[in-house]
């Protein structure tokens, strides 16, 4: 009985060590692996800035503006005035042969005008001038034809004069020089100057006003 008692107190001893060694594993910390308290382990990276939208340059609209020049042969002239994409154009000889053409005109400055007839204009409007050709019953005139500058441009008068109807067309180039043709009835033939101030135009006698053409 006397040698029971320090084995016993060995055995207590040993419990004693298990029972503290069971409790450390189980209140021990979690691995380094773990983000800090009150974060997921699983929180992801910071998301990066998303990528800002590219910003395409508009095109820059066409200019409202008048043109006028002469065939590259020097036999005729053109004018076109463009206004909101669209443009209507004159092409005179001053003797007979004319044309009215309209179209529209591209963001590209490119420009196809048509007429009657089968008429028609191709040009390109760049660098502040129209360069192209017209086409007029089978003939094919180029032609260059500048900004103008009021008074130059194109103008147009139709009125009722002594019971013929009268339509004229006028080009006015920079260098003061007009070009235009006056149909009595349908019969072409060279039109009288016009005030380039005040677009005044006499014919047979009565006054009539030659306005400026816009599409």
Known sequence: MKRSGPLCTLLAGLLLALFMLSLNFSTGTKGASYGAP?????????ASPAPRPSV????????DADYAGRTDDDTAAVSVS????????YFCDGRDQE????????EDG??????????????TLRGGKIEGA??????????TADRAV??????????????AEIDGGWILLQNGRQVGILNREGEPAAAPRIDPDTGAVTVDGTEITARPVVP
């Not at 395409?56 to 200019?63: D, G, I, R």
């Not at 017209?134 to 032609?143: G, L, P, Q, S, Y």
Request: proline share 6%; charged share 30%.
């Open 82 to 89: 463009v206004r909101g994409g669209k443009a209507v154009a």
């Open 110 to 123: 490119t420009m196809r005008l048509s007429g009657k007839g089968g008429s028609k204009l191709d040009g």
């Open 134 to 143: 017209v086409d007029i019953r089978e003939r094919k005139w180029t032609f």
């Open 150 to 163: 009021k008074p130059s441009g194109l103008y147009r008068a139709t009125a009722e004069v002594r019971g």
């Open 99 to 106: 044309s009215w053409l309209r179209g529209d005109v591209e």
């Open 56 to 63: 395409s340059k508009s095109a820059v609209p066409l200019p």
């Open 38 to 46: 009150g974060e997921s382990a699983s929180a992801s990276a910071p």
